[in-house]
C-alpha cells in the first residue's frame, strides 16, 4: 500500500519561505504525474503546481515566479518550494501522485498546513 508523507508545513510571516516535501512509501512504479494541492477554509481544493515524469512543470497563475515543483526520483519525493509568501497562501497543502494511463492510480498525502501571518 503507498503512503504519502508530508511535512515542511508551519506559521510563516509574509515574505518568508517554506519547504513542503512528500515522500512516497510503496511502489509508485508508472506514475506520470505528481503534484500539490491547496486547500483553504470555505474553498474548494485547488492545484497549485504539476510536474510530470519529464521534467514539465505547470504553476497556478497565483504561485508562479513565487513556489517551485521539484521531484527526487530516487526518494520518491516530491518538493514545493514557497518563497514570497502571502497571507492568501494559507491552507492545508496535499501532495498528489498520479498514473493517468492504463491501469490507473492515485494516491493522497494526508496534508499539512501552512499559515502565513501578515
Known amino acids: 500500500q503507498v503512503q504519502l508523507v508530508e511535512s515542511g508545513g508551519g506559521l510563516v510571516q509574509a515574505g518568508g519561505s517554506l519547504r513542503l516535501s512528500c515522500a512516497a512509501s510503496?511502489?509508485?512504479?508508472?506514475?506520470?504525474?505528481m503534484a500539490w494541492y491547496r486547500q483553504a477554509p470555505g474553498k474548494q481544493r485547488e492545484v497549485v503546481a504539476t510536474i510530470t515524469s519529464g521534467g514539465s512543470t505547470n504553476y497556478a497563475d497565483s504561485v508562479k515566479g513565487r513556489f517551485t515543483i521539484s521531484t527526487d526520483n530516487a526518494k520518491n519525493t516530491v518538493y514545493l518550494q514557497m518563497n514570497s509568501l502571502k497571507p492568501e497562501d494559507t491552507a492545508v497543502y496535499y501532495c498528489?501522485?498520479?498514473?493517468?494511463?492504463?491501469?490507473?492510480?492515485?494516491?493522497w498525502g494526508q496534508g499539512t498546513q501552512v499559515s502565513v501571518s501578515s
Open positions: 510503496g511502489s509508485i512504479f508508472g506514475a506520470n504525474v
Open positions: 498528489n501522485v498520479r498514473k493517468t494511463y492504463y491501469p490507473q492510480f492515485t494516491y
